[in-house]
């Protein structure tokens, strides 16, 4: 009995260690790609002279609208770290981690790659999470 006490106990802590690893590790991304000069372009002259050479980051790249597609991550992994009730824990796990795999996947070639440990830290708590496990 106290085996399964300590058993259920180190899951609960792993699985809250989890949560809060997904959410930092989401709030990480944006928080580097906003600043990094992820993209770098080159003006040619015809005859193969570089005229100008220069860096840019997503958002000077992109837009405005980078920032939304990198919060939905962030919020997704939100999901798992408020305080729902222990009954409504599953229904905001499972589709926490399948927004944020799903993005990743449509974002492979991008930035999809960045919030691999996140959705991987989101998808072992929704395969794992028990609906009887306290809010945390």
Do not use: K
């Not at 305080?83 to 981690?97: E, G, H, K, M």
């Amino acid at each position: 009995h106290r085996d399964a006490e300590r058993l259920t106990h180190a899951c609960l802590g792993m699985t809250r260690f989890l949560r809060w690893f997904a959410l930092l590790s989401a709030l990480a991304v944006p928080a580097l790609l906003v600043f990094l000069p992820l993209y770098r372009h080159e003006q040619v002259a015809g005859d193969g002279r570089t005229l100008a050479t220069g860096t840019e980051t997503l958002v000077e790249a992109n837009g405005p609208y980078a920032l939304i597609v990198l919060a939905i991550p962030v919020l997704a992994a939100l999901c798992a770290v408020l305080p729902f009730p222990a009954r409504y824990r599953r229904a905001t796990d499972v589709p926490s981690a399948a927004i944020v795999a799903a993005l990743c996947v449509l974002g492979s070639m991008t930035i999809g790659v960045f919030f691999v440990p996140a959705a991987a830290a989101l998808a072992w708590i929704a395969l794992t999470g028990r609906r009887t496990s306290p809010t945390i």
